[in-house]
């Protein structure tokens, strides 16, 4: 089975068993377990639903491994002949998740 969930204002293709890094999502602490209801998209088979936009009563299960940091992004800035110049760092923080269960 395969679906297309939108979370972090990204769309994702995943199947059962699948581990991504997506954005933070709005868990509380100590929590396992988070339910994505912006499912896109349900294919098992030759069997699709496409949702317009979302497909109905569909829900995608996924288990919270860990918190991680991405690559560490530079900005760097530069006025010339001024005499200015900054850098500034950023790492974007991710919930590790992997698919459990794919509902619809």
């Not at 377990?33 to 912006?38: E, K």
């Not at 317009?52 to 995608?60: E, N």
């Not at 940091?69 to 790492?91: L, M, N, Q, S, W």
Request: glycine content about 10%; hydrophobic content about 40%; charged content about 35%.
């Amino acid at each position: 089975m395969l679906a297309v969930i939108r979370t972090g204002s990204k769309q994702y293709k995943v199947q059962e068993g699948d581990v991504l890094d997506v954005e933070l999502l709005p868990i509380k602490e100590g929590e396992k377990s988070f339910t994505i209801s912006d499912v896109l998209l349900i294919a098992d088979g030759a069997k699709v639903k496409v949702g317009k936009p979302l497909v109905t009563g569909a829900q995608v299960v996924v288990e919270i491994e860990e918190e991680v940091k991405g690559d560490k992004v530079i900005a760097y800035k530069f006025r010339r002949r001024e005499g200015y110049h900054r850098t500034v760092g950023h790492r974007q923080k991710y919930n590790r998740v992997k698919v459990t269960k794919i509902v619809g």
